[in-house]
């Protein structure tokens, strides 16, 4: 197996991945829109008649097609034969999966959603991130063999070509590095999500 050249902290620092923090209401300001906002999202739950408060309707989070990204909405981003390298963690702060394939072989959407940024980068090559709509989650590309085709800013649908796989920026082997955020998302202050290797298996078996 090809090894995965990185910094051993594996942290990208892509361009405006974190700007700086928002400004925070008065805690006795944000009591008082709770209380008032509350009332309505419980009484919206109750309503809904799918007993639960996942975006996907089945009564729990990631089992519908929103979630925490695991629900049979999601295709898997290499419709080609595959094998899996480093996952999360990896002994060195490695914060998504690898999934080696053959160069050239097409990356497509998971999901509907926006494209976020587009760029290379030192470490992660050619990237794109992808706001996933109604989910709450991002998704990061990296290593593509050339820069990802959408434009920045937009829209996307599942299973649409977004590039191919590739070994561009800091890496061995050609393979797609691939990355979940987390709520508010990439750009919002989120943070990425050790549960994207469940996730990717999860949507090898159903794509």
Known sequence: MFAHKMFSDHKYNLPNAHPSPKRHLPVALLAVAAALVAPV????AATAGNGGLSSGGTGGA???TGGDG???????????????????????????????ARCGKDLVAVRDGRVQTRGYHSSAGNYIVIDIKGSGLDFAYMHLKRKA??????????????????????ASGCHLHFEKWGSPGYY???????????????WDRTS
């Not at 999202?41 to 919206?44: A, P």
């Open 41 to 44: 999202f419980l009484t919206s």
């Open 188 to 202: 919002e202050g989120g943070a990425p999500k050790a549960s994207v290797t469940k996730s990717l298996k999860k």
């Open 70 to 100: 695991d629900g049979g909405a999601f295709l898997f981003p290499i419709p080609a034969k595959h094998y899996y390298g480093d996952g999360f963690g990896a002994g060195r702060g490695h914060q998504g999966q690898d999934v080696f």
């Open 62 to 64: 990631g089992t519908g």
């Open 149 to 170: 085709i959408p434009r920045e800013g937009s829209r996307v649908r599942r299973g649409q070509k977004l590039g191919a796989v590739g070994a561009t920026g800091n």
